[in-house]
């Protein structure tokens, strides 16, 4: 530089930037090695202040420094991750962006008479390979199928008295819960064609910014006949014109907003016609559904009006017999399943906050009339109806809070059953609760029995209780059931009996906690199918930059973790994977009977749990609900009091960053997949979900990226090969070829697509509709709205 010149400021203000954050990577990276870690931060943090120093001093030096530590850091994430296109993001891009700026300063520190030249060429070079590595990030997963897709090969029958085709008479399709339609009129070749044909709009949202915290739609509408019904949040049922979107009538049960439990949603409504009664007769047809204050309705399919004969003016009180309830304690947010005649229904408890919470009791009720028919409670199994005077079904056991399947030619109701209450401590669960707590559970219609029960976890500290349907099908000729678990394994079993009819074994599990002695040593695991992945590593860790994977990778290295089963500890964090939303939850599994395809959505996303000492809850203020903890919302597990054990629960589902909201994770956090119901083998499997909504410090990114989102709500699969699913965080909804994985057609919508879609026939005419009522817990947009597709 010659002498008199103005000293540049660029290096100084790149100098300091630079030796800040190696400032950082190396203090975080001495503790990461410490702790057993990777050593390449702290080396890097080093090399970086003595970059930024030199630069600080307008060194040249300073920048060759920096570019030799570029060159190094590109060899070590690709000797890390090899080619994986999201784990190199906070690998290379954010040192890449240090590198232009580098390249561009490096001129003014040089008298060489091409310095610019070589600058800005060198720039060039940079920004030329940002490009191709922006190219490289952009693309689509897209790889071949792995196996081909099956022909049509069987012709599984129904037991369901009405099945899906011109209608979607039950929230499954049908009570075999296969999200499948016959219908095909809308093909891979002109599904590009699909246009909105109507919008309506239902009326129900929050009350006010408090409430919005608690809203999740998750509905998935019934067309019957000529009309189109469809539930809210707050229980409102409308009928609609299945053509057209009119309103024709409106029920509104008037739900209080102090009633609603960790979300408001109405996942579905039920229809039953009453045999032998005449097509005039008031409720000869009739919607049966409970609310989130656990009242079960009947209403007249024509008219909306109540059915008087049912109950006490339409209405049953299933909160009769389980003693105290306090509001948003006790609710009904899944459609009853309706066999022979008798609507079963569960019921959700408000999870952590008491181990005496109210009963999980099942409970039968005459589709007519309204009366109880039976009761399971499984500490009184000799109890039939309501309890004695004087008592109260037995708290606090595990209970039903998802959508039950249903075989009328057997007479049968498939319960997935959930946890017993405290989900994260079981020392002081009964006999009966271990027995039938995380099981299907077969219970007979006529006496509300059980006659088999399948249990996937011993002990269930992990929240791990089956949220999804049972599927039925016939497989080998046996009257079976496909059954997908939050912890990613699916099972086929045999729905007479409950006997798997695909491998099953067992895994060591690595016992630990704080219960060591309630911990199983082994695991029930399926041997014929799994959707979860391997088990996580120091390299998985992920985020928007090195430094908050760096601080990802410290945690990792802080917190228990022991693969698969990993128990949870109070003395520090134990990483649980997948989480209580990895695998597949109530969205269920969609199965395509004629081809013999299972098609499943799931999450793959881990947990970050604490058990938090009665002593350190008490004075960070967690009590249940109805006595201190007020507000409402937030993640399930976040401070949950679990009072009445000695320990709180603290869950940091997804295992996010507090200040980027980024997953410590590398993506794909959630996909779609493709099985061949004969053999087990995976036909495709692809990411689901673009990064279009999503980004650090919750700022959309708005990149038309896929990269594979968390997802809530499942699929429909259609006799024509295309697949239709939303439920990703980037509220679109799209189609797919069933044939190949690939995404054939997409729309944004109003609101988060947490909900099943479904599809019908009116008129000649194929169309497609879901209610995109968005999801607190999802973090997407919350609407009203339901939306009609079909083709011109």
Wanted: with cysteine.
């Amino acid at each position: 530089m010659p002498r008199g010149s103005a000293r540049p400021v660029a290096p100084l203000i790149l100098g300091v930037v630079i030796a800040a954050i190696g400032l950082v990577l190396a203090i975080g990276g001495a503790w990461l090695a410490v702790l057993g870690g990777s050593v390449y931060y702290v080396l890097t943090g080093v090399a970086m202040i003595a970059s930024g120093a030199l630069l600080v001093r307008r060194r040249l030096l300073g920048g060759w420094l920096y570019c030799a530590v570029f060159v190094i850091t590109v060899i070590w994430a690709f000797a890390e991750v090899g080619a994986n296109d999201w784990a190199l993001v906070p690998r290379v891009i954010a040192p890449l962006v240090l590198l232009i700026a580098t390249l561009l300063v490096m001129p003014t520190l040089s008298t060489h008479r091409s310095r610019w030249k070589l600058g800005l060429g060198a720039s060039a070079v940079a920004i030329v390979l940002t490009a191709v590595t922006g190219t490289v990030f952009a693309r689509m997963a897209d790889s071949a199928p792995m196996e081909a897709l099956p022909d049509l090969r069987y012709a599984m029958g129904d037991p369901s008295l009405a099945q899906a085709g011109d209608d979607w008479p039950a929230y499954g399709g049908s009570e075999a819960a296969r999200r499948f339609s016959p219908l095909g009129q809308i093909t891979p070749a002109n599904v590009s064609q699909l246009k909105r044909v109507w919008l309506t709009h239902t009326g129900d949202m929050p009350s006010s910014a408090q409430i919005a915290k608690t809203y999740g739609g998750e509905n998935t509408p019934l067309k019957v006949g000529d009309t189109l019904y469809v539930c809210t949040p707050k229980n409102m049922v409308l009928a609609l014109d299945p053509a057209t979107g009119k309103q024709r009538w409106k029920f509104d049960p008037k739900v209080s907003d102090e009633a609603i439990p960790y979300t408001a949603a109405c996942r579905g409504v039920s229809y039953y016609k009453v045999p032998d009664a005449s097509a005039d007769q008031p409720c000869a047809a009739r919607i049966i559904y409970g609310t989130l204050d656990a009242r079960l309705f009947a209403i007249d399919a024509r008219t909306g009006a109540r059915c008087t004969g049912f109950g006490s003016n339409g209405e049953v009180d299933t909160k009769i017999g389980m003693g105290n309830t306090p509001p948003g304690y006790v609710s009904i947010n899944s459609p009853p399943t309706i066999v022979r005649g008798v609507v079963v229904t569960g019921h959700q408890v408000l999870d952590g906050q008491d181990r005496w919470a109210p009963s999980g009791v099942i409970r039968g009720y005459d589709a007519v009339t309204g009366k109880l028919r039976w009761a399971w409670d499984m500490m009184h199994p000799d109890w039939n109806g309501y309890p004695p005077q004087g008592q109260t079904w037995a708290r606090g056991t595990p209970n039903m809070w998802t959508i039950a399947s249903g075989d009328e030619q057997l007479g049968l109701v498939y319960l997935p059953m959930g946890n017993a209450a405290a989900d994260y401590y079981s020392s002081l669960r009964r006999p009966e609760e271990r027995e039938f707590a995380t099981s299907l559970v077969a219970l007979d219609v006529a006496t509300g029995k059980p006659r088999w029960k399948f249990q996937a976890v011993r002990d269930d500290v992990w929240d791990y209780d089956f949220g999804a349907q049972a599927t039925l099908v016939d497989f080998k000729g046996a009257p079976a059931l496909v059954l997908p678990s939050k912890q990613g394994d699916i099972y086929v079993l045999d729905r007479r009996t409950g006997q798997p009819l695909t491998p099953v074994g067992t895994i060591k599990a690595p016992g630990g906690g704080v219960e060591p002695a309630m911990r199983a040593p082994t695991q029930r695991v399926s041997l014929w199918h799994t959707l979860r992945k391997a088990d996580l590593t120091e390299r998985d860790m992920w985020g928007m930059s090195p430094i908050d994977q760096m601080v990802c990778r410290i945690q990792f290295r802080r917190a228990s973790y022991k693969g698969f089963f990993t128990a949870p500890e109070s003395d520090r964090r134990s990483i649980e994977y997948p989480g209580y939303n990895g695998g597949t939850d109530w969205g269920g599994v969609a199965v395509d009977p004629r081809r013999g395809v299972i098609v499943a959505n799931y999450n793959d996303m881990p947990n970050y749990v604490r058990l938090v000492p009665r002593a350190e809850a008490n004075r960070k203020g967690w009590a249940p609900r109805d006595q201190a903890r007020g507000r409402i919302g937030g993640a399930e597990g976040a401070g949950d009091p679990q009072a009445h054990t000695p320990y709180a629960i603290d869950v940091n589902a997804g295992w996010r960053l507090p200040f980027t909201g980024m997953l410590c994770k590398q993506p794909p956090y959630g996909g779609i997949r493709a099985i061949d119901m004969a053999t087990g083998k995976t036909i495709w499997d692809k990411p689901l979900g673009e990064a279009r909504t999503n980004g650090p410090f919750g700022i959309p990114s708005m990149l038309p990226v896929t990269i594979g989102t968390p997802n809530n709500g499942g699929s429909v699969v259609t006799a024509g090969g295309v697949i239709f699913v939303a439920a990703a965080t980037d509220n679109l909804i799209r189609a797919i070829d069933l044939r190949t994985g690939k995404v054939l057609w997409k729309d944004v919508l109003p609101a988060g697509g947490q909900a099943t879609p479904m599809t019908y026939m009116v008129n000649g005419r194929q169309y497609l509709v879901i209610a995109p009522g968005g999801h607190h817990f999802m973090e997407t947009p919350i609407g009203d709205q339901v939306i009609a597709y079909a083709l011109p």
